[in-house]
Nanobody, 125 residues
Framework: QVQLVESGGGLVQPGGSLRLSCAAS????????MAWYRQAPGKGRELVARITSERNTNYADSVKDRFTISRDNGKNTVYLQMNSLKPEDTAVYYCYANLQSKSERGILIGWRNYWGQGTQVNVSS
């Protein structure tokens, strides 16, 4: 069973930094795109940053030059370094991965999308 587990959220003052991590576990064969999304109270879920298996990246305009996404393929982990945080960055941050895995019996499970449970980031003085 594939799981994505996030960590690193918390409370930080405006201008501060946080680093989120998301580790994928299970019978994983290959991971394609990994990404971070966020959802603020009363708003829809939005893409924050995305990184492909070739390490091509995309960012939301609101976080460009402040956030950096990276990945460690050997650890099946994606990171989000968040600098110069603003109150409007307050949200639940979700990890996403598109990956292939296999069942307990070794049967190939095709490309599927998986989500983490979310980690809260609060930016406030």
């Amino acid at each position: 069973q594939v799981q994505l587990v996030e960590s690193g959220g918390g409370l930080v003052q405006p201008g501060g930094s946080l680093r989120l991590s998301c580790a994928a576990s299970g019978r994983i064969l290959s991971i394609n795109t990994m990404a971070w999304y966020r959802q603020a109270p009363g708003k829809g879920r939005e893409l924050v940053a995305r990184i492909t298996s070739e390490r091509n990246t995309n960012y939301a305009d609101s976080v460009k030059d402040r956030f950096t996404i990276s990945r460690d393929n050997g650890k099946n982990t994606v990171y989000l370094q968040m600098n110069s945080l603003k109150p409007e960055d307050t949200a639940v941050y979700y990890c996403y991965a598109n990956l292939q895995s296999k069942s307990e019996r070794g049967i190939l499970i095709g490309w599927r999308n998986y989500w983490g449970q979310g980690t809260q980031v609060n930016v406030s003085s």
